[in-house]
């Protein structure tokens, strides 16, 4: 193949598409191309001398391995697959970003997908086995009965993210949702309210019953029982919804509401002063659970739980790496406490 010399870059690029393939570095270099696959590949041993030969050849022509074809070569995949529920909440967008980016930092290459109850686990098992996928990360509180395990059974390693599964198998990075309940239940009770109405979060889902579990043992431990439970759950509209129970039903309302997460928190703020004029945290003071970016608005200034959603990033980074490079079986399960951040609600 002819190739030509840019005078401003001094680089030699091949004449055909532009594209520099592995064949392109071997004839720079002098050695063959699987020199050249192993120079670029985990886990193969070159030459010192050679190896810094071939990558200055790359460097010189521009050449990036192409990591899928690395993948299905040597079933050794750097491929990471984020499998997320719906991105209604916002946390779950941040969650996202966080750990892509985490990925990304480690050389993994992340590739997103959306899963539910509905969803085909067989196709989508067929798919991840097809590109050697390395890792499964499941965040969604929805998934298909049974994926898990089928994840295990067709040989694919699976991470669960601020989540966890009772077969004890599974390695999973999860903030301590129990603790950080308890810390909002206690930031209440130093503020002086004894009368504290805690809402629920969806029905089913193991995040709000570990934040339900939360709130209950914070109000135990600072000797106070809830004054109402709330069914309530994860939506704007669910907040509203409460918000407009509380007014409706008469006997006073309580000094305090624990939410199951912000967006519930928002929802029930606003329907509150559009209904009745209530200022917070004048009265009632309210502390959300998350920490997403409207928390801090200004219209909001909500009291939350921040999940530790970068430092769970980095620690699933830290257990991916031990599974695709270290060559580990990790089965741990890793608990991050949350933080209160303090606003104007409470």
Known sequence: MCAIVLANKGKELPMSDGRVTADDVARKAGVSRATVSRTFSRGHSVQEQTRQRILKAAADLGYQPNALAQALTSRRSQIVSILMGELKNPIH??????????????????ISG????DSDADKLIATFRQY?????????????????????KAGLQVLLLNRIDDDEITASVCADLTQGGALAARHLAERGCTSVAVAKGPAGHWTSAARFAGHLA???????????????????????RVANALLAGGGGLPEGVLCPNDLFAIGLMDRLRAGAGLRFPEDMRVVGFDDIPMAEWESNQLTTIRLPVHSMAKRATDVISRILVDEETVE?????????IERGSA
């Open 93 to 110: 967008a941040v969650l996202h970003q966080s750990i892509s980016m985490a990925l990304q930092e480690k050389n993994f290459i992340p």
């Open 114 to 117: 959306q899963i539910g109850v």
């Open 132 to 152: 050697q996928v390395g890792v499964v990360i499941l965040t969604s509180m929805n998934i298909p009965p049974g994926l898990i395990g089928d994840l295990h």
């Open 218 to 240: 914070g109000l135990e431990r600072m000797g106070l029982q809830p004054a109402k439970i709330l069914e309530g759950g994860y939506t704007y509209a669910d907040g509203a």
């Open 332 to 340: 741990e399960k890793i608990w991050i406490p949350c933080r209160l």
